[in-house]
């Protein structure tokens, strides 16, 4: 167990180099060109950081590690980011604070965020399920001819044995709709979505529309 002032001292390469995030440390001195002292990361060196891992924010109040208000997305890369280190360097411990008490145990926070975390990774296994069934259109603009959508047997990277027609899906989230390709025989009847509509003045049949503002 470190506690925060502990961990300050192995920011220089003589005792060694740790970071923290999301309360757990680790040696990173095997990339002490990045780490040490006038390396990229250096900043990382002898905190718990978590944030600016997702911000950019390398100032003293950025390197924190208060996760509060992150988005889905922040806080599955931020994850990501965990089980890089996890999976590259020396796990040493955890620090004491945020995220473990003096005991080591997890705190509410811990378990806060972590719910956090699973609720976000459910999120994207749903999205991404939802892309392979309604993957996302090709699209171009010109200043001549203006914007364009088209499915493709690999629009949106999404290979298949089927093109689709282009669609619109509302997406709650942002407010605001996205070109998806949709099967043919999704495009009316029982399998037909409430939140899918057609583009205007476009062929319902045709695999390709222009997209008038």
Not at 57 to 79: A, Q, W
């Amino acid at each position: 167990l470190f506690t925060k002032e502990e961990l300050q001292e192995y920011s220089e390469s003589n005792k060694g180099l740790y970071l923290a995030i999301l309360g757990k440390v680790y040696d990173v001195g095997k990339g002490e060109k990045f780490y040490a002292s006038g390396g990229n990361y250096h900043f990382f060196t002898g905190r718990d950081g978590s944030r600016a891992f997702i911000t950019g924010d390398f100032t003293d109040s950025g390197l924190t590690d208060d996760v509060t208000g992150l988005t889905v997305k922040e806080l599955i890369n931020l994850h990501e980011w965990a089980q890089y280190y996890h999976k590259e360097y020396k796990y040493k411990g955890k620090v004491i604070g945020r995220y473990y008490d003096d005991e080591g145990q997890p705190t509410s926070y811990y378990h806060q965020v972590k719910k956090l975390i699973n609720k976000a990774k459910r999120t994207k296994e749903e999205q991404d399920k939802e892309k392979l069934s309604y993957p996302p259109c090709n699209a171009e603009w010109s200043l001549e001819s203006g914007s364009r959508v088209w499915c493709s047997t690999r629009s949106g990277g999404i290979e298949r044995d089927w093109i689709g027609v282009p669609r619109q899906l509302y997406d709650p989230g942002s407010h605001t709709y996205r070109c998806i390709c949709i099967r043919e025989n999704e495009t009316d009847g029982p399998n037909k979505k409430g939140n899918i509509k057609e583009y205007p003045e476009c062929n319902p049949k045709s695999t390709s529309c222009w997209v008038h503002s």
